[in-house]
């Protein structure tokens, strides 16, 4: 990492097309990986395709290259996920605000933020935690040209970030793109949900290779035609 960044590279996605590495990002993850490591982070604009051209390109800094990927895929868990006083408190709430009924989800629930725009189509389901309440979502169930903002993490964090464009603002949306659980931490970040329970599993059952958005960001729900 001593040696000087060339002015660009060519970096490749999981589906095989390459994207091209601007100088200044080139310039900027460099930066930050050498200041922190595996625990790096580094924000950035573009779409999808260059968040995960950077992706690989960073990681292969660790030799993680092939840890760059996500679940095409998942079930709803067998069992509720609401299973203490903080957890059923936020399942309770939820059901109520979004008339929704049980945790697991389907293709054709459609989940809009608070100007109407669709967030997503499809949940694996609604996973509630020591964090609050989220849904479970695959990437094929983002409405990915809202997610342009990122911050790229280093394979000893948890999860990168995508956020609406209006990232500053107090209806934007992030989304958790989840890459490691969270067995090692027994208790949640400070939050307006949070809760200590000392669980030794971790304090949620996040699943790398999916992404969580926090559901009181979705202000309303409805059905999609033709599914």
């Not at 890459?179 to 949620?204: I, L, M």
């Not at 790398?208 to 958005?213: E, T």
């Amino acid at each position: 990492m001593a040696e000087e960044a060339p002015a660009a590279k060519r970096a490749r996605t999981e589906d095989g097309d390459d994207v091209a590495c601007s100088k200044e990002d080139e310039a900027g993850w460099r930066a930050a990986v050498e200041a922190k490591g595996r625990a790096f982070d580094y924000s950035f604009t573009g779409d999808k395709s260059y968040f995960d051209s950077l992706w690989r390109q960073t990681w292969s800094e660790f030799s993680e290259q092939s840890k760059c990927s996500r679940l095409s895929s998942a079930e709803a868990r067998a069992n509720s996920t609401a299973d203490s006083t903080n957890r059923k408190r936020d399942k309770a709430a939820l059901e109520e605000r979004l008339g929704l009924q049980g945790e697991p989800g389907n293709a054709k629930t459609v989940l809009y933020n608070e100007q109407g725009e669709v967030l997503a189509t499809g949940y694996v389901q609604i996973l509630y935690g020591d964090h609050g309440d989220y849904f479970e979502l695959l990437d094929k169930h983002i409405n990915w040209s809202l997610f342009t903002e990122h911050k790229l993490k280093g394979p000893g964090r948890h999860y990168h970030e995508h956020r609406t464009k209006d990232r500053e603002a107090e209806g934007s949306v992030q989304l958790y793109d989840q890459f490691n659980t969270v067995a090692d931490e027994p208790n949640p970040p400070p939050g307006p949900k949070s809760q200590d329970n000392n669980r030794k599993e971790g304090y949620a059952d996040y699943r790398p290779g999916v992404f969580y958005m926090p559901a009181d960001k979705v202000k309303k729900i409805g059905q999609a035609a033709g599914l």
